[in-house]
T-cell receptor, first 114, second 113 residues
Framework: NAGVMQNPRHLVRRRGQEARLRCSPM?????VYWYRQLPEEGLKFMVY????????ESGMPKERFSAEFPKEGPSILRIQQVVRGDSAAYFCASSPGVPKNIQYFGAGTRLSVL | TQLLEQSPQFLSIQEGENLTVYCNSS?????LQWYRQEPGEGPVLLVTVVTGGEVKKLKRLTFQFGDARKDSSLHITAAQPGDTGLYLC?????????????FGTGTRLQVTL
């Protein structure tokens, strides 16, 4: 059973470009979470999605960031007009939902903004 | 405001020593998970505790959930260099919902020969 797959593993963008990060959850998991880890900091929640629905986006910056989890295909975290402060590791986790709400993490996408 | 505080932040010990990492909060969590993260990788789940007072053992690792479900500890016996990594506690606040994890500040452990 394949784990949570994230791609790309590393992404380099120049300021002002767009970054698209992809996450394929574990088989049978319909809940996806995105977290961000800034250098030397802990993981911070960004957004929680269930197929085609955003359930909780309380951790998402108000501008430039969006997320989707379509009926078919991976979840996408999209960052428009990237700035240097967006440089971080972005992790996706998936879960089968309640009652065993255990979240399994992917290896992350490391975004570097030049 | 950090909801989950871990201590110590850094720990450097020699192989064979014992250690305890603490995860404390003023909030009550419906469940708490411990992860280990190595450089360049994602967090790997070690254990989930859900019942106040629960103790779980995983080989040389012992996890405890506080009676009031506000705190947890991780004890490692006879540490080995392979235990080196970043240890993270993470809690879920809401019972019965598929909810976000709130992560602790992390404890970076280094075990030397």
């Amino acid at each position: 059973n394949a784990g949570v797959m994230q791609n790309p593993r590393h992404l380099v963008r120049r300021r002002g470009q767009e970054a698209r990060l992809r996450c394929s959850p574990m088989k049978g998991h319909s809940h996806v979470y995105w977290y961000r880890q800034l250098p030397e900091e802990g993981l911070k929640f960004m957004v929680y999605l269930q197929k085609e629905n955003i359930i909780d986006e309380s951790g998402m910056p108000k501008e430039r960031f969006s997320a989707e989890f379509p009926k078919e295909g991976p979840s996408i975290l999209r960052i428009q007009q990237v700035v240097r402060g967006d440089s971080a590791a972005y992790f996706c986790a998936s879960s089968p939902g309640v009652p065993k709400n255990i979240q399994y993490f992917g290896a992350g996408t490391r975004l570097s903004v030049l | 405001t950090q909801l989950l505080e871990q201590s110590p932040q850094f720990l450097s010990i020699q192989e064979g020593e014992n250690l305890t990492v603490y995860c404390n909060s003023s909030s009550v969590f419906s469940s708490l998970q411990w992860y280990r993260q190595e450089p360049g990788e994602g967090p790997v789940l070690l254990v989930t505790v859900v019942t106040g007072g629960e103790v779980k053992k995983l080989k040389r690792l012992t996890f405890q959930f506080g009676d009031a479900r506000k705190d947890s500890s991780l004890h490692i016996t006879a540490a080995q260099p392979g235990d080196t990594g970043l240890y993270l506690c993470a809690g879920i606040l809401n019972t019965g919902t598929a909810s976000k994890l709130t992560f602790g500040t992390g404890t970076r452990l280094q075990v030397t020969l």
